[in-house]
């Protein structure tokens, strides 16, 4: 697992929806066949599916404390219209969200965000600072200030480009 991978369950869903388009290239594996199928998406479904991937990358920016890159549906207004069950386990009496069998992506997210906030890991999936990637990550550092999805890449460019800043001319 990648230091910025995030866990696997509902986390894990949620990072890699948000990084399916490579915003510096404008890649999106949802034009794919092979890039919607783990997702389960026929290519009707990708209009949606981009709007909540784009809501939920708003919110990974939230969480890094970076305003949102561009308007989005509030995330909290699509998740609204997923149908989930709860489900209680008959060994330990534990209950938790799930989408319905055969349930779109939404619901699945749904289900995903309702986990990730049960489990305390909603607020370290976070959205890269910079402008060109906003690439989702699991920040797992001890403070959970991380800014970047990987320091060697996005943030070695921005702290060579507030050095050259400050560099006299």
């Not at 995030?6 to 990084?19: D, E, M, R, S, T």
């Not at 890039?35 to 969480?63: C, K, M, N, Q, Y």
């Not at 489990?119 to 600072?129: F, I, N, S, V, Y």
């Amino acid at each position: 697992m990648s230091e910025r991978a995030a866990p696997p369950g509902g986390p894990a869903l949620i990072q890699a929806l948000v990084n399916t388009v490579d915003l510096e290239s404008g890649a999106d594996a949802l034009d794919t066949a092979d890039g919607r199928a783990p997702f389960g998406l026929t290519g009707e479904d990708v209009p949606a599916a981009r709007e909540l991937r784009e809501s939920l990358r708003a919110a990974l920016l939230a969480h890094a404390g970076h305003p949102p890159h561009r308007p989005v549906t509030p995330l909290g207004d699509l998740l609204a219209r997923a149908p989930l069950v709860v489900t209680v386990d008959p060994a330990d009496g534990s209950a938790a969200l799930a989408p319905l069998d055969g349930a779109p992506l939404l619901s699945r997210v749904a289900a995903a965000v309702a986990e990730a906030v049960t489990a305390g890991t909603w607020d370290r999936l976070k959205a890269c600072e910079a402008a060109t990637c906003h690439w989702a990550y699991y920040d797992r550092s001890p403070a959970g200030r991380g800014r970047w999805c990987s320091m060697q890449v996005c943030g070695a460019r921005a702290k060579m480009r507030r050095y050259r800043a400050k560099e006299p001319r």
